[in-house]
């Protein structure tokens, strides 16, 4: 238990009061006549002395009392000190942010209590709570809690004491923990501890631990004793370090409880055994006796900074005072205003004491530099670099920065704060002739797009002009922005971010509807179109929004005309794109998509390039059929007519229209589209179009060739009668494997079954869940029959037999190679059926099949069909220039591939040779004879192909040679067409794009000479049949640029015009108004002298064009000229006073009168010898009116800017006037100036007497020093 003399308020008043006796005066009030000056008691009333703390004070009967009733405060303010020992944050960059402020902040809005913190000199934290009582109690238990750094101890009572420390509904206890602002734990029922835990702070956890001791002893059955000792004597009963009472504890066997210092109470409890405890008070008693007789008290004054050096840390100067000298020294609370220290002791040892209080004072000094309060942080330095530097040469000086004061204050030892004080100093005057600050206003709502994303934009600017810019948080709603830095940098940053928030003030935000599904495209492939869009408005922010967000709202940010530009930019863009969204599907044969995509693209690009539209083909290895048209609607239109007009020429395209009843048509399609798509799929694949549902038509379109059509539409008739007549269906089931069997080949087997009992069979297609489903449509008896022979046939695929065949064993690897890949196409074809050859390295021929009969049989015909192939087939050599092998097999070898599918061979390219001249191999002949019998192969026959130009075909010999005349056609051919050497650069056309276009349209290569060989010959390579019209084309192309040539000859007639140099600018119009509207009309060029060059004669004005067209717009001119010169100027003197009035605003007046007269009119320019000349030009009537209107009115403005001169004079008060009387002010009788002739009366124009508010006033000179 400390001991340390810490006063409260009331209790420091109660010592005073002893010393310093005071009489209190009561002043009556006299009424006097409402004509004389109030008295000076009557005028100031005096201030009630305040008297709460004693018992029987009597209430002042003054001014005061009478008219103000005492009032209770609902809202209290208590101020509470965390040292900085115990403060749980201390180390902060800068006070008032981080962890401390969260806390806060949360405390405030938790209790609603407000609070406010600041930093003593000391670094302790002194934090003001203001609010209703309650809140501030639960604020106060908070900030001990979370700032204050906690302690623990254990406290140990009765285990039967505890419910009365808990108190009803645990009230008792909850009070106790607001009330010393701690956290009380006590054991649970079932626990058989009695130890009491106590955490908060140590002040804390000392009251709680004296108020749980005392309801412990008073609910205790030993004896309990209050005795009342005055607080000035309880540190001589503790004595120094508590030895004192310690000992008496110790040997008494008595509690004895003294209340902490910070606690205002005067009583000592005493718990114990009886006789014990009487010892121990009677020695208490006796020491409190002697003291009260023997000892006496001095008052001394301390200054208020220096009280903290006499207390010591935790109170130790205190206790070694008072174990040294046997004096106790009371110093006043640190909330009290008061500086007197009061020491308390015996006569002869006070000096003594006196002499160490005033060594302690003096130990440290205060010392303060002046600062600018914005150099602050650069005295500090960059995480505190520049102050360590004194603080590690003079570790007991403490430096301390308030913040918003031009000061920094320093306090430690006296030699070492000197010499810190000059380096400080030394350090501001270099910093102020080096930095410079300025402060700018700017809306807090632009602050952050100040800073930036992550602060790119402050930090840019921090970086580049070597500036810091100090931007207030958002929370403090601030305007004010402060650069600091050096002076050059710091102008430069103020413009810039002066530009920025100007810039921001003009912009708007606005948001855009725009559907998600178009987001994609505005956007473009990796930001193309979006990219374009913002260099196009380049100071316009666009934000799409997340596409998971599923929004359609596109931002834009920007100025408010940029902003709105690019808001119809966009909507023009997206009304486009819904335009081009129309979509429509066209089934197109199969075999006929390469032609539609046409030559490395070319038709299909054609197509979409003419009609502007999207059009998407299947992939190869795709079942389906539909091409997808995207654009707008008339387009779509026009691209499906020209592809189905391509698929109509290339094959014997038929179309029909049938009518059937709408309301079969979904009967009809059947499920998923089953029972349509295999009609079509039986007749050939033709393609059949049922109307949109819900359009009410009966029109169904069949297209495909003339015979597939007229049978499909038979079936189709036949399938909506019998739906009309009666409609009877069952299902059957048998394996995937075995449906292309009972299909049989071309659909043979089945359609044969359909004849034969007119019943509809429907096998599953890949996209179907069931694939062992297959669906029987028809009249129920031809159902029923159809049933028994498919049932039949599959009886007889479940019936596994086991046969063999002879193959020669040179053929089994043509079956096995790929990976057995015609096996598999047997096996997908025959119902499944296993062939097995027999293992590699033996030289059996045997082939086993196993399978359902009819399967088997037929697979054994088709491995002997193969065999055949195989037996019959040749070799034959396809000789073509290597040079060409590329063109032949085509993009992605294509071609190649369609030759090998459309005549069933086999085609080998040789490799490819890259120095055939060169090399030195022996060649070797086709039948495997060497052919190096010693002769070089540069000796060989020149005639013969070489082997790198030669292709193998194999396959049936018929095939190879209709396959080896394919290859053959496919061998590009040159021609040469003579084309003027002039006119290739026109043919080329820009960056090539005229020869590319016309290579991609005839599906052939160009060849232009190189400039330098000056040759009219255009050489034209490709197929044959593409050549004629490549040439045709070439030719035309040369016709239409020798046409243009022709023109372009007449086209630059030049004709000159000779005009007075002044009349140009008249001619050339208002931002050439004039001369565009001449160039449009004539359709010329006309160009004016160079003012710049001398040589040029600056008289001629040259017309280019059509010498009609030339000569009509010299006509043109001259009619100008001529009404120019008909024109006369005159001057006219026009006050310049009202020459702004007459011009208006931006020259709206001025315009209207000049287009109404028809007249030009000149005013004179800032700093002209005669602002009063103003110059009319115009047709002399036009001039002469346009001059009387004018002064018209200038006599009118004249007047009124006459009469508000006249005002003005009125307004400013005369030079002259005699500065009036000086006031008495106010007067007051019996002042206490006037009481006596030793007091004159207060002078009221002195500061000093009369000070303003937040005035700074001159300390006045006390014998002991200004006070602090």
Same mark, same amino acid.
């Given at each position: ?11 420091f ?5 002893g010393?310093v006796?005071q009489?209190?005066k009561?002043?009556t009030?006299n009424?006097?006549e409402?004509?004389?000056p ?7 009333p ?8 004693l018992e ?6 003054g ?6 009733r005492?009032i209770k405060?609902?809202?209290i303010?208590q101020?509470? *000190?965390?040292?900085l ?5 201390k180390?902060?960059?800068?006070f008032g942010?981080g ?5 806060c902040l949360?405390i405030?809005q ?7 913190l600041?930093l ?5 934290l002194?934090?003001?709570?203001s ?9 106060r238990?908070d900030i001990?809690?979370r700032?204050?750094?906690q302690?623990?101890?254990t ?6 004491? *505890?419910?009365?420390v808990i108190g009803k509904n ?11 602002a ?7 029922p079932d ?5 009491i835990?106590?955490?908060?702070t140590?002040?804390?956890i000392e009251?709680a631990?004296?108020?749980v001791?005392l309801?412990?002893?008073e609910q ?7 005795l009342?000792?005055e607080?000035?004597?309880?540190p001589?009963i ?13 040997e008494t066997?008595?509690?004895?409880n003294?209340p ?5 109470r ?5 718990t114990g055994?009886?006789e014990?405890? /009487?010892?121990?008070v ?8 002697e003291k ?8 001394v004054e301390?200054? %208020?900074s220096? *009280? ?5 840390? %935790?109170?130790?100067?205190l ?5 040294r000298?046997g004096?106790?020294?009371e110093?006043p ?8 220290v ?15 209080v ?8 205060v010392?303060?530099?002046?600062a600018?309060?914005?150099?602050h942080?650069?005295?500090i330095?960059? #995480? ?11 570790p007991k000086?403490?430096i ?6 031009d000061?920094i204050t ?5 030699e070492?704060?000197n010499v810190a004080?000059?380096?400080i100093?030394a350090?501001?005057?270099d910093l102020?002739?080096?930095m410079?600050y300025v402060?700018i206003n ?6 952050r797009?100040l800073?930036?994303?992550?602060g790119a934009?402050i ?8 500036v810091?810019?100090? +931007?207030?948080?958002?929370s403090?709603?601030s305007n004010?922005?402060r650069i600091e830095?050096?002076p050059?940098?710091?102008q430069?940053?103020k413009?810039?971010l002066?530009e920025?928030a ?13 559907e998600q599904r178009?987001?994609r ?6 930001g193309?179109r979006?990219r374009?869009?913002?260099?196009k ?7 799409f929004?997340d596409?998971?967000?599923k ?5 834009l940010r ?9 808001t119809?930019?966009m909507q023009k ?8 969204s129309y ?5 197109i044969?199969k075999q006929?998509?390469k032609?539609i995509i046409g030559k490395g693209?070319a038709n299909?690009?054609k197509?979409?390039?003419?009609s502007?539209t #999207?059009?998407?083909l299947?992939a ?5 059929e539909?091409?997808v ?10 691209a499906?007519s020209?592809i ?9 395209i038929a ?6 009843p ?6 009809l399609?059947g499920?998923?589209g089953?029972l349509i798509?295999?009609i ?9 179009h049922?109307?949109v549902?819900?359009s009410g ?7 495909g060739?003339?015979?597939d059509?007229?049978?499909?539409k ?6 909506a009668e019998e739906?009309q007549t009666?409609s009877?269906?069952?299902? +059957?089931?048998?394996?995937p494997?075995?449906h ?5 080949k071309g ?6 079954v359909?004849?034969?009992?007119g019943a509809? +069979?429907i096998?599953?297609?890949?996209e179907d ?5 297959i ?5 129920e008896?031809?159902?029923r029959?159809a049933q028994?022979?498919?049932e /039949?046939?599959?009886q007889n695929?479940?019936?596994v037999?086991?046969d063999c065949?002879?193959?020669d064993p040179?053929?089994h690897r043509?079956?096995?190679i790929r990976r057995?890949?015609?096996?598999r196409?047997?096996a997908?074809e025959?119902?499944?059926v ?11 021929d045997?082939?086993?099949?196993k399978?359902a009969?009819d ?18 087939q040749?070799?034959?050599?396809c000789a073509i220039p290597q040079?060409?092998h590329?063109s032949?097999?085509g ?14 061979v086999q ?9 055939p001249?060169?090399?030195v ?8 004879d060497?052919?190096g019998d010693?002769?070089?192969?540069k ?16 396959g049936?010999?018929?095939k190879c040679e209709?396959a080896k005349?394919?290859l053959?056609a496919?061998v590009?051919?040159?021609i040469?067409?003579?084309v003027p050497?002039d006119?290739?650069r026109?043919?080329?056309g820009?960056?090539g ?5 016309m290579m991609d349209e005839?599906?052939v290569?160009i ?6 060989l000056?040759?009219?010959v255009?050489?034209?390579?490709g197929?044959a049949a ?5 040439k045709?084309g ?5 016709k ?8 372009r000859?007449l ?5 000159s015009?000779t005009?007075?140099?002044?009349y ?6 208002r931002k ?7 160039r449009?009309?004539?359709?010329v060029?006309i160009?004016f002298?160079d ?5 040029q ?17 010299r006509?043109a001119?001259?009619k ?5 010169e008909?024109?006369?100027?005159e ?7 009202v020459h702004a009035?007459?011009i208006?605003a ?7 009168i000049?287009?109404?007269?028809k007249?030009?009119?000149r005013?004179?320019q800032s700093?002209?010898p005669d602002p009063n000349?103003?110059t009319v030009t115009?047709l002399?009537?036009?001039v ?6 004018i002064?018209?009115l200038?006599e ?7 009469d508000s001169?006249?005002?003005q004079v009125?307004?400013k008060p005369p ?8 006031s008495?002010?106010f007067?007051v009788?019996?002042a206490p100036?006037?009481a006596?002739?030793?007091?004159k009366?207060?002078?009221m124009?002195?500061?000093?007497e009369?000070?303003s ?6 300390p006045k000179?006390?014998p ?5």
């Open positions: 238990m400390s001991s340390v003399a810490v006063l409260t308020q009331e209790s008043a109660e010592h005073r009061s010393l006796p009489q209190i009561v002043a009030l009424s006097e409402e004509s004389d109030p008295t000076y008691k009557d005028a100031f005096p201030l009630p002395e305040k008297s709460a703390c029987n004070a009597q209430e002042p009967a001014a005061w009392s009478n008219k103000i005492p405060a609902s809202v303010t101020v509470f *000190h965390v040292p020992e115990e403060r749980k944050y180390d902060m960059n800068q942010e962890e401390q402020a969260k806390i949360e405030m938790r209790t609603g209590a407000h609070l406010e600041s003593a000199k000391d670094q302790g002194s934090i003001m709570v609010g209703k009582l309650d809140a501030v109690m639960k604020a238990k001990v809690a700032l204050q750094t302690a623990s101890a406290v140990a009572i009765p285990k039967e004491h *505890h419910r009365f645990g009230e008792k206890l909850q009070d106790l923990e607001l009330k010393t701690t956290k009380i734990q006590i054991p649970r626990d058989a501890s009695n130890q835990r106590i955490t908060g140590k002040e804390g009251k631990r004296h108020e001791l309801i412990s002893a205790d059955k030993r004896a309990v004793e209050r009342e000792v607080k000035a004597f309880h001589f503790a004595g120094p370090y508590n030895r004192l009472v310690g000992e008496i504890m110790q066997g008595t509690r004895i003294i902490p210092p910070s606690v205002n005067t009583e000592i409890v005493f055994e009886k014990q405890l /009487a010892q121990a009677a020695r208490i008693k006796k020491i409190y006796e009260k007789k023997k000892t006496t008290t001095i008052a301390v200054k %208020k220096q *009280h903290k050096y006499v207390i010591g840390p %935790k109170g130790n100067s206790q070694e005072i008072l174990e000298t004096v106790s020294v110093i609370p640190s909330d009290s205003i008061s500086e007197t009061i020491l308390r002791g015996e006569p002869e040892k006070l000096g003594q004491a006196l002499t160490e005033y060594a302690k004072a003096n130990s440290f000094t010392s303060s530099v002046s600018p309060s914005w150099l942080r650069f005295i330095g960059k #995480k505190g670099q520049n102050l360590a530097k004194i603080t590690q040469q003079m000086v403490h301390e920065f308030t913040e918003g004061e000061k320093l306090e430690g030892p006296t070492d704060v004080q000059e380096q100093e350090m501001v005057k102020i002739t080096r410079d402060e700017v809306d807090h709502k632009f602050h797009h800073i930036g994303k992550s934009n930090n840019r600017i921090k970086d580049q002009y070597k810091s810019v100090r +931007i207030p948080p958002d403090e709603k004010l922005i830095g050096d050059q940098g710091v430069q940053a413009r810039e002066l920025l100007s810039r921001m003030e003009n912009e708007r935000t606005k948001d855009l509807i725009i178009f987001h495209t505005i956007i473009g492939q990796k193309e979006i374009e869009i913002r260099d408005f380049p100071e316009v922010i666009i934000n929004p596409p998971a967000q929004s359609d709202i596109v931002q920007g100025p408010k005309n940029e902003v709105e530009k690019c119809k930019y863009m997206v009304a486009d794109l819904v335009e081009n979509s429509i599907s066209v089934p044969f006929f998509h032609n693209g299909i690009k197509i979409r390039e003419e502007n #999207k059009i998407d299947p190869e290895n795709s079942n389906s539909t091409i048209i995207t654009g707008k609607r008339a387009n779509c239109e026009a499906r020209r189905l007009s391509i698929q109509k020429d290339l094959a014997n179309e029909v229209e049938v009518s059937i709408a309301r079969l048509h979904n009967s399609i499920t998923k089953r798509r295999s079509m799929e039986e007749c050939g694949g033709v393609h059949i049922f109307p549902e819900g038509s009966d029109t169904v379109v069949i297209r060739p003339a015979s059509v007229e049978k499909a038979k079936q189709l008739l036949h399938l739906k009666k009877f269906t069952v299902d +059957i089931r048998a394996k494997e075995y292309k069997f009972l299909i049989g659909g043979g087997k089945i359609r044969k359909r004849d034969n009992t509809r +069979i096998f599953p297609t890949a869940k069931d694939q062992d489903l669906t029987i449509i028809g009249k008896d031809a159902v029959e028994k022979e498919l /039949a046939l599959i695929l479940d019936n037999v086991e065949m002879l193959v040179k053929h043509h079956f096995v057995g890949q015609v096996l196409e047997i997908e025959y119902g499944g296993m062939v097995s050859f027999p293992r590699s390295g033996t030289q059996s045997k082939v086993t099949l399978g009969k399967c088997v049989e037929a697979a054994k015909k088709r491995i002997q069909e193969i065999i055949e192939d195989l037996e019959a040749v070799t034959i050599e040079k060409f590329r032949v097999m993009p992605k070898g294509s071609r190649i591939q369609q030759i090998t599918r459309d005549y069933n085609i080998k390219f040789p490799d490819r040779e890259e120095n001249v060169h090399s191999e022996p060649q070797v002949q086709e039948n495997g060497d052919a010693g002769r070089d192969p000796d060989a026959d020149p005639g013969s192909p070489r082997r790198c130009d030669i292709i193998i075909i194999s049936r010999k018929e209709a005349e394919a053959e496919l590009p051919v040159t040469e067409v003579e050497f006119l290739h026109y043919i080329i820009q960056k794009s005229g020869i590319r276009k005839f599906e290569n060849h232009v000479p190189a400039p330098e000056q040759s009219d255009i050489a034209i390579t197929l593409n050549l004629d019209r490549a045709a070439l030719l035309e192309r040369v239409e640029l020798q046409a243009e040539q022709e023109d000859a086209r630059s007639f030049k004709l015009v005009v007075d140099p002044k140009h600018p008249k001619i050339i119009g050439g108004a004039v001369i565009t509207q001449i449009l009309e004539h359709d060029n160009q002298p003012k710049d060059d001398g040589n004669p600056q008289d001629q004005i040259t017309i280019t064009g059509y010498e009609k067209n030339t000569e009509a717009a006509d001119i001259l100008i000229v001529g009404e120019l008909q024109m006369v100027s001057d006219v003197p026009l006050d310049h006073r009035r007459i208006g931006r020259g709206k007046a001025i315009r209207k000049m287009d109404e007269f007249v030009d009119i005013f004179p700093g002209a000349c103003v115009g002399p009537e036009n002469e009116e346009a001059i009387d209107h002064l018209n200038e009118e403005y004249l007047a009124d800017v006459v001169e006249a005002l009125y307004m030079a002259h006037e005699e500065s009036k009387a000086p008495k002010g007067v009788r019996d100036w006037t006596s002739s030793s007091e009366a207060p002078d124009s002195s500061s000093e009369f000070p508010f937040g005035a700074q006033v001159a000179t006390l002991w020093g200004p006070k602090r």
